[in-house]
């Protein structure tokens, strides 16, 4: 897997493996190791890329992050926010300390930490709708790739794209598709 | 000036109504000019602005906005281009650019019913139109002919037809089928008459099912006015875009001569002309008749007796949002495909207010997703919400008629636009008819509910009724000047030769979607404006 950043500083690789195993060692405990993407979070090319995935995966529920969006959201949510490699990293620093369960993020820093509280919803956001909040607006980096898109992709089409031939539609949907 | 624009005939507006208007009268070897405010845009453009609208729940976010030909916008925030009066709020939507607002709409092309037009005979309430519905079948017929209706007489004999929809029903979304398998034997669900096509018509395709009718069709199987704005021009009709029209001059004899527009850099033109025609929808209409005054007319043309801009209608809607117990996946197929026609008339509406109970099929996915941000619900658990609400939740809402009361209008305000043209002001309220109305609607929706197994039901708020832009009522057809703007034909009592079309001429707002019934209309008002060489045009059709 390849991550290349698109403005962070060239690092010798190994220099940027070195600190990412030193801050993520620091961050870690057993419980976030079992939801983290290791292998994703390794490839990155420096820590805080790494921490962005790591975070990412968590609020999206899922190791299989698209790499090339990845990159996109990180740099836009960076250059709409230079401290948002540091919240990241103290957010995951929290759920580390405090065990918190993705589903119950939101709520414990609205109540604790409202000054990292935007940060979560705003990565949810990239990778839930492919919309990342800017100075001059919102953007959309992604639609028929974003996850509210992919979750239902075996029955349902992003609007504006066809369903199919005329009156597919009329056929019963896929089965075991939503929980009893 | 470097050249004289003058024709025989002028049409104010490019939208659904005044491009057919246009497009009649150009085959019938009039010469026309149609001046439109907006500008140009090509569909392939506003797809794409859709697929990257930051906010695509926002239909109006796709369309260009003019600064030169402002309309509303309130979302991010309200840029009061219709000022508000209340006492309710009344958030009108409509589009500045060729074609008008039919580029967004769901397409739904009901008829009245015959009763909807004998309101105050038969119920007390409301007014008469000027002639009565089987007047109106046959234009109808051409209007369901020109804009290519998908139905099924047999299902809607609340509407009686003479002649069949030119097209069969769009195939039925499963969701649908289920929908009226479940209601069997309590309610009969009925598919939607549609201007969307059910196989290749007008050289245009058959819908693909792409759940975009709102804000935008992407392959043209729904009809819209910039399909009949190209008809317009390709008949020989003169089209000018960016052409701000704000004032309709007269002369002593009460006639119209001229209408001024403004270009974007607000230079003036001057359009001469034999007859105008007004079609800048309910709300435009309105604003421009009363922004053209004279010293003979002071406030403004067509408005001797004070009713432009009274009366304005809408359809307001409640609803009811709940779970179903069988997996439905709405998003499949178009937006708007079925409804229950059953209460849209009867004795009660002495009462209170008729209605049609729609079903949506409105993919249920980005909705979801936003209240998921919003409870903050992230990991696994996000999927699992997303995938049941996509594929359990469903809505049926009211769409509840409105009575024609002067005191609910359009006004000029005192705040100015870009061009330094008056502001439409809205005066609105919703009266007890319509209240009780909804109030009924409530048994339908908690029966509805229980039939599809329903749980976590979420009624709309009970003072809570959302709009849908069919605006309706503001320049009145009707034979007494003291109550109306034009009489049956659409010609204005105050000038011979100035003709209004579009929904605003509509006396009341029935249950169906107002776009049909304005076409219908139109077409019936070209035959007094320019009377086929034989018979009326609807007698011709297809001859």
Same mark, same amino acid.
């Given at each position: 897997?390849?991550?290349?950043?698109?403005?962070?500083?060239?690092?010798?690789?190994?220099?940027?493996?070195?600190?990412?195993?030193?801050?993520?060692?620091?961050?870690?405990?057993?419980?976030?190791?079992?939801?983290?993407?290791?292998?994703?979070?390794?490839? $990155?090319?420096?820590?805080?890329?790494?921490?962005?995935?790591?975070?990412?995966?968590? @609020?999206?529920?899922?190791?299989?992050?698209?790499?090339?969006?990845?990159?996109?959201?990180?740099?836009?949510?960076?250059?709409?926010?230079?401290?948002?490699?540091?919240?990241?990293?103290? @957010?995951?620093?929290?759920?580390? *300390?405090?065990?918190?369960?993705?589903?119950?993020?939101?709520?414990?820093?609205?109540?604790?930490?409202?000054?990292?509280?935007?940060?979560?919803?705003? @990565?949810? &956001?990239?990778?839930?709708?492919?919309?990342?909040?800017?100075?001059?607006?919102?953007?959309?980096?992604?639609?028929?790739?974003?996850?509210?898109?992919?979750?239902?992709?075996? !029955?349902?089409?992003?609007?504006?794209?066809?369903?199919?031939?005329?009156?597919? =539609?009329?056929?019963?949907?896929?089965?075991?598709?939503?929980?009893? | 000036?470097?050249?004289?624009?003058?024709?025989?005939?002028?049409?104010?507006?490019?939208?659904?109504?005044?491009?057919?208007?246009?497009?009649?009268?150009?085959?019938?070897?009039?010469?026309?000019?149609?001046?439109?405010? #907006?500008?140009?845009?090509?569909?392939?453009?506003?797809?794409?602005?859709?697929?990257?609208?930051?906010?695509?729940?926002?239909?109006?976010?796709?369309?260009?906005?003019?600064? =030169?030909?402002?309309?509303? !916008?309130?979302?991010?925030?309200?840029?009061?281009?219709?000022?508000?009066?209340?006492?309710?709020?009344?958030?009108?939507?409509?589009?500045?650019?060729?074609?008008?607002?039919? =580029?967004?709409?769901?397409?739904?092309?009901?008829?009245?019913?015959?009763?909807?037009?004998?309101?105050?005979?038969?119920?007390?309430?409301?007014?008469?139109?000027?002639?009565?519905?089987?007047?109106?079948?046959?234009?109808? *017929?051409?209007?369901?002919?020109?804009?290519?209706?998908?139905?099924?007489?047999?299902?809607?004999?609340?509407?009686?037809?003479?002649?069949?929809?030119?097209?069969?029903?769009?195939?039925?979304?499963?969701?649908?089928?289920?929908?009226?398998?479940?209601?069997?034997?309590?309610?009969? !669900?009925?598919?939607?008459?549609? $201007?969307?096509?059910?196989?290749?018509?007008?050289?245009?395709?058959?819908?693909?099912?792409?759940?975009?009718? *709102?804000?935008?069709?992407?392959?043209?199987?729904?009809?819209?006015?910039?399909?009949?704005?190209?008809?317009?021009? $390709? $008949?020989?009709?003169?089209?000018?875009?960016?052409?701000?029209?704000?004032?309709?001059?007269?002369?002593?004899?009460?006639?119209?001569?001229?209408?001024?527009?403004?270009?974007?850099?607000?230079?003036?033109?001057?359009?001469?002309?034999?007859?105008?025609? !007004?079609?800048?929808?309910?709300?435009?209409?309105?604003?421009?008749?009363?922004?053209?005054?004279?010293?003979?007319?002071?406030?403004?043309?067509?408005?001797?007796?004070?009713?432009?801009?009274?009366?304005?209608?809408?359809?307001?809607?409640?609803?009811?949002?709940?779970?179903?117990?069988?997996?439905? =996946?709405?998003?499949?197929?178009?937006?708007?495909?079925?409804?229950?026609?059953?209460?849209?008339?009867?004795?009660?509406?002495?009462?209170?207010?008729?209605?049609?109970?729609?079903?949506?099929?409105?993919?249920?996915?980005?909705?979801?997703?936003?209240?998921?941000?919003?409870? #903050?619900?992230?990991?696994?658990?996000?999927?699992?919400?997303?995938?049941?609400?996509?594929?359990?939740?469903?809505?049926?809402?009211?769409?509840?008629?409105?009575?024609?009361?002067?005191?609910?209008?359009?006004?000029?305000?005192?705040?100015?636009?870009?061009?330094?043209?008056?502001?439409?002001?809205?005066?609105?309220?919703?009266?007890?008819?319509?209240?009780?109305?909804?109030?009924?609607?409530?048994?339908?929706?908690?029966?509805?509910?229980?039939?599809?197994?329903?749980?976590?039901?979420?009624?709309?708020?009970?003072?809570?009724?959302?709009?849908?832009?069919? @605006?309706?009522?503001? &320049?009145?057809? #009707?034979?007494?000047?003291?109550?109306?703007?034009?009489?049956?034909?659409?010609?204005?009592?105050?000038?011979?030769?100035?003709?209004?079309?579009?929904?605003?001429?509509?006396?009341?707002?029935?249950?169906?979607?107002?776009?049909?019934?304005?076409?219908?209309?139109?077409?019936?008002?070209?035959?007094?404006?320019?009377?086929?060489?034989?018979?009326?045009?609807?007698?011709?059709?297809?001859?």
């Amino acid at each position: 897997m390849r991550l290349s950043p698109d403005k962070a500083a060239a690092e010798p690789s190994t220099t940027a493996g070195l600190s990412r195993r030193v801050v993520l060692a620091g961050l870690v405990t057993a419980y976030t190791a079992s939801l983290i993407p290791w292998a994703l979070a390794e490839s $990155a090319p420096d820590v805080d890329r790494g921490n962005f995935l790591i975070l990412s995966a968590l @609020i999206a529920g899922r190791e299989g992050l698209d790499n090339e969006l990845a990159i996109r959201y990180y740099d836009a949510l960076l250059e709409n926010d230079e401290g948002f490699p540091a919240a990241v990293s103290a @957010i995951l620093t929290l759920v580390n *300390q405090h065990r918190i369960d993705p589903l119950k993020l939101q709520a414990f820093l609205d109540e604790s930490r409202p000054e990292l509280a935007a940060v979560p919803r705003r @990565i949810a &956001t990239a990778w839930f709708l492919g919309v990342v909040e800017s100075v001059d607006g919102a953007r959309v980096l992604a639609y028929e790739e974003a996850l509210n898109a992919q979750l239902v992709s075996d !029955v349902l089409m992003p609007p504006s794209y066809c369903y199919g031939g005329y009156g597919s =539609w009329a056929q019963e949907p896929g089965k075991g598709s939503v929980d009893g | 000036m470097a050249e004289e624009l003058s024709a025989d005939f002028v049409v104010v507006g490019s939208g659904i109504c005044g491009a057919l208007v246009a497009m009649v009268l150009a085959q019938r070897g009039a010469s026309v000019i149609m001046l439109e405010a #907006g500008p140009r845009v090509e569909r392939a453009q506003l797809v794409a602005n859709f697929r990257n609208s930051p906010r695509r729940s926002d239909w109006m976010s796709p369309y260009p906005f003019s600064p =030169w030909a402002p309309h509303p !916008v309130y979302r991010p925030e309200d840029n009061e281009h219709l000022v508000q009066a209340g006492p309710y709020p009344y958030p009108a939507e409509y589009i500045r650019m060729v074609g008008g607002s039919t =580029w967004h709409w769901a397409a739904l092309a009901w008829r009245n019913v015959p009763n909807d037009m004998r309101m105050h005979s038969l119920y007390g309430v409301g007014v008469d139109w000027p002639f009565d519905y089987d007047e109106l079948d046959p234009y109808y *017929q051409w209007a369901e002919e020109l804009m290519g209706v998908a139905g099924d007489g047999d299902e809607h004999p609340e509407s009686p037809r003479s002649q069949p929809y030119p097209m069969e029903p769009v195939a039925e979304p499963w969701a649908m089928r289920r929908i009226r398998e479940r209601l069997a034997g309590t309610y009969r !669900v009925a598919s939607n008459p549609v $201007a969307r096509n059910s196989r290749t018509f007008d050289r245009r395709p058959a819908c693909c099912g792409s759940n975009n009718c *709102q804000p935008i069709c992407p392959v043209d199987a729904q009809y819209h006015g910039g399909i009949a704005a190209a008809a317009a021009e $390709a $008949a020989g009709v003169r089209l000018i875009s960016s052409a701000v029209v704000y004032k309709l001059e007269h002369d002593s004899q009460d006639r119209i001569v001229a209408a001024h527009y403004y270009d974007p850099e607000r230079n003036s033109y001057r359009v001469t002309g034999g007859t105008f025609v !007004v079609a800048a929808n309910g709300i435009e209409t309105p604003r421009l008749l009363l922004m053209s005054t004279s010293d003979r007319f002071p406030s403004g043309i067509a408005n001797r007796t004070d009713m432009v801009g009274r009366h304005l209608m809408d359809h307001p809607s409640t609803s009811l949002t709940f779970d179903a117990d069988e997996d439905l =996946w709405l998003g499949r197929g178009p937006q708007s495909p079925s409804s229950i026609s059953a209460l849209r008339d009867g004795p009660f509406r002495e009462d209170y207010s008729g209605y049609r109970l729609d079903f949506t099929n409105i993919s249920r996915v980005d909705s979801t997703t936003q209240r998921l941000l919003l409870e #903050g619900v992230y990991g696994p658990e996000f999927e699992r919400r997303l995938r049941h609400s996509a594929a359990r939740e469903m809505s049926v809402k009211t769409v509840l008629e409105v009575l024609p009361r002067p005191e609910n209008r359009i006004a000029l305000s005192s705040r100015k636009d870009a061009l330094g043209l008056p502001r439409p002001q809205a005066h609105y309220d919703i009266d007890t008819y319509t209240r009780r109305g909804a109030e009924n609607a409530l048994w339908h929706f908690r029966r509805i509910a229980e039939l599809m197994g329903g749980s976590n039901l979420r009624f709309s708020d009970e003072n809570a009724f959302a709009n849908n832009q069919h @605006i309706c009522g503001t &320049t009145s057809m #009707g034979e007494d000047p003291n109550i109306s703007v034009c009489d049956g034909w659409g010609r204005t009592h105050d000038h011979d030769n100035l003709f209004l079309v579009g929904t605003g001429v509509l006396p009341t707002a029935g249950t169906a979607n107002s776009t049909l019934t304005a076409v219908a209309v139109a077409l019936r008002s070209v035959d007094a404006m320019l009377p086929a060489e034989q018979g009326s045009a609807a007698e011709q059709r297809g001859s």
